[in-house]
């Protein structure tokens, strides 16, 4: 049931997204705006992308603001900035800031009106507090890991609306860059100029 939800929030989502997809106004705006919510998963990044996941009852929500910093091939690569503020509930409560770098590809769907764009990236990730699930689940954890996003978003092809799913992951990348155990959250939203 549950899942059922998820997928018809998705679907309105997107849809809300396409309305109006070929309006372009204010894209020469380099500057957007995203919010989106998300929910914990137990299980592991690999897992969530091939659909077997196993929620939790901790949820979070985000507000991100991002730039295009670089585009290659026009408008098919790009890399962007992004900075934003989580705040999470349910079994964990902690507020969390998070950087990152992305690299995303755009493919043109129905060439004029909707592109799909897949990114990931890569920054910091600094935790108000240890979360809790994090504490539960590995033997250390830390405030401070990696912040490792992928997305898949569709919309307009000037950029000016999408609607995008993304896994919110934090990491200390087998202890590399931190000694600790991460998460996974798995979320949607949507993001405009602003």
Known sequence: MRERKICTFYLWLFAFSLAGAGNCLGASDPWRTAV????????????VVRFHTRFRDS??????????LRDWGNGRMGLEGEVQAAWHGGEQHHFEIN??????????????????????????SIASSTPRIERER???????????PSEISLGTPCRSREAFIRIHHRSGVFDLVSRGGGSNLVGAGFRWIW
């Open 36 to 47: 989106y919510g998300m929910q914990f998963t137990e299980t592991r990044f690999v897992e």
């Open 138 to 148: 590995h033997d250390r954890t830390s405030r401070r890991l990696v912040f490792m």
């Open 99 to 124: 950087a990152a770098l992305f690299l995303r590809g755009r493919l043109a769907v129905l060439p004029g009106q909707l592109h799909l764009s897949m990114a990931h990236g890569l920054g910091p």
């Open 59 to 68: 949820w979070a929500g985000a507000v991100a603001r991002s730039r295009l």
